[in-house]
C-alpha cells in the first residue's frame, strides 16, 4: 500500500471511528465514512458516492450531507451534469466554475447555482472497462483543486471503487479489511484474470473482479499472485464448488 493510500484510509477510518462514537455508524469501513472524510479532508464541502453500471441505472449510495444527496437527484431529474458526464466519457469532469457551463447544463447548472454551489468535481469510479459509479464532491468557493487535493482525490475514488467492489461480498465488512494498489495501477494480469473468471463463473466483469479481491483477501495473498495463478491456470474457479486449486 503507498503512503498516499494508507493515509487517505486512515482519514476514512478516523471517520468510522468517529461516526461510532456518536452512534451514527457501527464503525466498519463505509461509504458513508468515506464521504465524511472526503469532506473533511478535501477542503470541499460535500460529498456523494452514486452506483452506475449504465444508462438510466443510478442509484445514490452515500452523501455527506443533504446538498450533495440532493445534487444528485437535481442530475437524474434533468438528465444532465457532471456525474453522468463523467461517467458516460469515463474521465473527471472538473468545474472550478459552475456559472462557466450554464449553456452545457442548463437545468442543472441552474438549480446548483440557485443553492449556492459554485463548484463541482466528479471522478468516475471504473478499472478497465468496469464502470461502477462515480464520486462527486461540490464546493460553495469556485476555482480549481490544488495539486495536492487533486491526488488525494484520485486515491478516495480508488477507494470507493473497491468498497463498492467489495461489499458484493461481503469482505468491506471483515475484520482487518485494508485497500491494495493493484486495481488502480491497472495491472495487467489482473485485468487479464478478471476476463476469464468472468467466462468460467458467467458473471460480468465486476463481479468477477470482486470474487478475485474476496480470493486474495480470504487468503491474505496480493491480489496479483491469484490473478498470476489464474492467468497461469493454476487456479479456476468453479461456478458450483466455488474457486478450486487445480495442479500444474
Given at each position: 500500500?503507498?503512503?498516499?493510500?494508507?493515509?487517505?484510509?486512515?482519514?476514512?477510518?478516523?471517520?468510522?471511528?468517529?461516526?461510532?462514537?456518536?452512534?451514527?455508524?457501527?464503525?466498519?469501513?463505509?461509504?458513508?465514512?468515506?464521504?465524511?472524510?472526503?469532506?473533511?479532508?478535501?477542503?470541499?464541502?460535500?460529498?456523494?458516492?452514486?452506483?452506475?453500471?449504465?444508462?438510466?441505472?443510478?442509484?445514490?449510495?452515500?452523501?455527506?450531507?443533504?446538498?450533495?444527496?440532493?445534487?444528485?437527484?437535481?442530475?437524474?431529474?434533468?438528465?444532465?451534469?457532471?456525474?453522468?458526464?463523467?461517467?458516460?466519457?469515463?474521465?473527471?469532469?472538473?468545474?472550478?466554475?459552475?456559472?462557466?457551463?450554464?449553456?452545457?447544463?442548463?437545468?442543472?447548472?441552474?438549480?446548483?447555482?440557485?443553492?449556492?454551489?459554485?463548484?463541482?468535481?466528479?471522478?468516475?469510479?471504473?478499472?478497465?472497462?468496469?464502470?461502477?459509479?462515480?464520486?462527486?464532491?461540490?464546493?460553495?468557493?469556485?476555482?480549481?483543486?490544488?495539486?495536492?487535493?487533486?491526488?488525494?482525490t484520485l486515491v478516495f475514488a480508488?477507494l470507493a471503487l473497491q468498497l463498492?467492489?467489495?461489499?458484493?461480498?461481503?469482505?468491506?465488512?471483515?475484520?482487518?479489511?485494508?485497500?491494495?494498489?493493484?486495481?488502480?495501477?491497472?495491472?495487467?494480469?489482473?485485468?487479464?484474470?478478471?476476463?476469464?473468471?468472468?467466462?468460467?463463473?458467467?458473471?460480468?466483469?465486476?463481479?468477477?473482479?470482486?470474487?478475485?479481491?474476496?480470493?486474495?483477501?480470504?487468503?491474505?495473498?496480493?491480489?496479483?499472485?491469484?490473478?498470476?495463478?489464474?492467468?497461469?491456470?493454476?487456479?479456476?474457479?468453479?461456478?458450483?464448488?466455488?474457486?478450486?486449486?487445480?495442479?500444474?
Amino acid at each position: 500500500m503507498s503512503e498516499r493510500t494508507a493515509r487517505v484510509f486512515s482519514w476514512v477510518a478516523a471517520a468510522a471511528a468517529a461516526a461510532t462514537a456518536t452512534g451514527d455508524d457501527n464503525g466498519h469501513i463505509s461509504m458513508a465514512a468515506l464521504c465524511r472524510a472526503a469532506h473533511l479532508q478535501l477542503g470541499v464541502d460535500g460529498a456523494s458516492v452514486t452506483a452506475m453500471t449504465g444508462p438510466g441505472t443510478h442509484t445514490p449510495i452515500a452523501a455527506s450531507g443533504e446538498l450533495a444527496a440532493e445534487l444528485e437527484e437535481l442530475q437524474v431529474t434533468f438528465g444532465e451534469g457532471p456525474c453522468l458526464a463523467a461517467f458516460t466519457f469515463s474521465s473527471p469532469m472538473l468545474v472550478p466554475d459552475l456559472a462557466e457551463v450554464t449553456a452545457r447544463w442548463p437545468g442543472f447548472a441552474g438549480a446548483a447555482l440557485e443553492r449556492g454551489v459554485g463548484a463541482v468535481f466528479a471522478f468516475p469510479l471504473h478499472a478497465g472497462t468496469i464502470q461502477l459509479g462515480v464520486l462527486e464532491l461540490h464546493r460553495a468557493a469556485t476555482g480549481p483543486m490544488t495539486a495536492e487535493q487533486l491526488a488525494n482525490t484520485l486515491v478516495f475514488a480508488d477507494l470507493a471503487l473497491q468498497l463498492l467492489l467489495d461489499s458484493s461480498s461481503g469482505i468491506d465488512r471483515r475484520p482487518g479489511y485494508r485497500p491494495t494498489d493493484e486495481i488502480s495501477h491497472g495491472r495487467d494480469v489482473v485485468h487479464q484474470a478478471t476476463g476469464m473468471v468472468a467466462v468460467q463463473l458467467g458473471v460480468d466483469m465486476a463481479e468477477a473482479l470482486a470474487r478475485l479481491r474476496a480470493r486474495a483477501f480470504t487468503e491474505d495473498v496480493p491480489l496479483n499472485e491469484v490473478a498470476a495463478d489464474v492467468v497461469t491456470r493454476r487456479l479456476r474457479f468453479d461456478p458450483q464448488a466455488g474457486p478450486e486449486e487445480k495442479p500444474e
